[in-house]
């Protein structure tokens, strides 16, 4: 049985969609829907209908990490869907900031969400078979509050503000016709990392490929050849970027990628 990616959100848009920044994709999956984030607004239930998917039949849904732009549209799925669960990390929390030259700005999940849909959520730890074939990943890479403290990303806690580690990340893996299929909304732990810790985690399995955001847009050019350079080596075969990697770091990507590379938009459909 084929399984079915469609992009729901992506900065970029085409067929009569819209874009944002942000990213919502739902996979479906052994006649099951699970839809992975939901964008930083309420748009992509919008676009969802013009692609004709009943937001009623998602079965499941997941949040890759607690940023804005993948969990604001979170309360208005749960008014038109009434039954799938969103699966979440047990250290996901209110509580990420960007460092903005002397403040820092809030860019976490809606306020109060896991308290007024405390019975819609559910907490999750280690790896996790969300149904047979479909699994929630964390992050398995050793100092990763290094990532964030080059890219400026806090964790507020009770004693101040820490560099995020990004332990509220997590990876969807598919095990598709094809091999493993990751989706990885923004990647902050580092693509490379997650298609390493996947091949740790299955090491019996085929990585055919990865979907998501690089968060490449900020970083420079040598930053992106090598990123570029580093994915290739891994071997795998099929890569689908856009979102947080943007324009410049994608068509760097290219040059060395070549045909394995696509670029994600709204209205985007991936079979395997």
């Avoid at 990616?5 to 920044?21: P, R, T």
């Avoid at 699966?87 to 820092?104: G, H, M, P, Q, V």
Wanted: charged share 25%.
């Amino acid at each position: 049985m084929k399984t079915v990616m469609s992009v729901v959100i992506d900065n970029q848009a085409c067929n009569g969609l819209k874009g944002e920044w942000g990213l919502s994709i739902v996979v479906d999956y052994k006649g099951k829907k699970i839809l992975v984030d939901a964008g930083a607004s309420d748009l992509f239930i919008d676009n969802m209908a013009k692609m004709n998917i009943d937001i009623r039949d998602i079965d499941y849904a997941m949040l890759s990490h607690a940023h804005f732009d993948h969990a604001n549209g979170i309360p208005a799925f749960f008014k038109k869907n009434d039954k799938a669960k969103f699966y979440i990390r047990e250290t996901t929390k209110d509580n990420c900031y960007a460092k903005r030259l002397f403040f820092y700005k809030y860019i976490g999940i809606p306020k109060r969400m896991m308290d007024e849909y405390a019975d819609r959520i559910e907490v999750v730890s280690g790896d996790y078979e969300l149904m047979d074939g479909v699994y929630l990943l964390p992050h398995k890479t050793a100092n990763l509050e290094n990532i964030g403290k080059k890219e400026k990303m806090y964790l507020k806690t009770d004693n101040g503000y820490i560099f995020d580690n990004f332990a509220h990340e997590q990876s969807l893996v598919v095990d598709t016709d094809k091999g493993l299929v990751i989706i990885n909304s923004c990647s902050h732990g580092g693509a490379v990392n997650i298609i390493n810790e996947v091949k740790n985690t299955f090491k019996d399995k085929h990585i055919y490929g990865i979907i998501g955001g690089f968060h490449l847009y900020n970083k420079k050019d040598a930053e992106v050849l090598e990123v570029a350079e580093c994915i290739k080596n891994t071997g795998i075969e099929f890569v689908c970027t856009g979102h947080c990697t943007e324009e410049r770091a994608y068509n760097i990507l290219k040059d060395v990628l070549g045909d394995r590379l696509l670029q994600l938009h709204s209205g985007l459909i991936m079979e395997f």
